[in-house]
């Protein structure tokens, strides 16, 4: 268990030595091995916190020793932190499959969204990897329409409106940070699928919208693709009337006064 949990580690410091900007100028065949490599080793890793999630959920019913389920921990926040440097390299999204990367993004939601059932240091491992993602990251997925820049928001939102006394503030600061990241690459078809989403990760319209004010570097610009997603057809279909029109209202109201 050792073993794996000091791989697990390496992996993460071992690739950035290869995975550089350069190194898909390597001759010969080294550079499809490389990225063979990088899919099966993001894929293994998305694995082990998948499995440590759906344990805490009851979904699978693996029957682990208590120093089993011990040692799943410990590589699951191993994991986590790995895996977001892996998810660094931006100049490699375009070579392999965009739904490697979603799934990995998503693994690491989930630990947002279960915080009160898995290990805390799984969720601070996760929340931290996420926090420090480059915003080519995030851009790029929103260009591809992706639906996890939607899930991301949703899960930020969720999790910040709640209290959470007993969990460290920067646990707070790295969830708020990767929020901010998320809303500045935000379209509007990001924004729609979001309020969509409320209905499984729940957050009040009042508390976004203070949210979007008091950041305080949230652009005009951003406020109308906001605006034009709540005022769809598709996301009205979700929202209460009354939401719908306080927010409008708020949101004109601050734009005159800017």
């Known amino acids: 268990d050792k073993v794996v949990g000091n791989a697990i580690r390496t992996i993460a410091h071992v690739s950035y030595f290869i995975y550089t900007p350069e190194f898909q100028s390597n001759e010969g065949g080294s550079v499809s091995d490389d990225l063979k490599l990088y899919c099966n080793l993001l894929s293994h890793l998305t694995g082990k916190i998948r499995d440590v999630l759906c344990d805490a959920t009851g979904e699978t019913s693996r ?24 998810l660094g390299y931006s100049h490699l999204l375009s070579h392999f499959d965009d739904s490697l990367v979603e799934s990995a993004l998503l693994q690491l939601f989930r630990c947002i969204q279960l915080h009160a059932f898995i290990n805390e240091k799984i969720f601070a491992y996760a929340a931290n990897a996420l926090s420090a993602l480059p915003a080519s990251l995030w851009q790029y997925l929103s260009m591809k329409k992706s639906n996890v820049v939607a899930c991301g928001l949703t899960t930020s939102f969720n999790f910040l409106e709640l209290p959470q006394k007993k969990l460290s503030s920067s646990y707070q600061a790295n969830v708020q940070k990767q929020a901010k990241a998320l809303v500045a690459v935000a379209n509007k078809l990001d924004f729609c699928r979001m309020f969509l989403l409320r209905e499984s990760l729940p957050f009040s319209i009042d508390f976004f919208y203070q949210w979007l004010i008091c950041s305080g570097d949230v652009p005009a610009s951003k406020l109308e693709q906001v605006v034009d997603a709540v005022t769809s057809q598709e996301v009205q279909q979700v929202i209460d009337v009354t939401d719908i029109q306080i927010f409008l209202s708020r949101t004109a109201q601050h734009t005159h006064l800017v």
């Open 63 to 86: 029957e682990l020793t208590w120093k089993q389920r011990n040692s799943a921990k410990k590589h699951a926040w191993g994991s986590a932190t790995t895996i977001g440097t892996l």
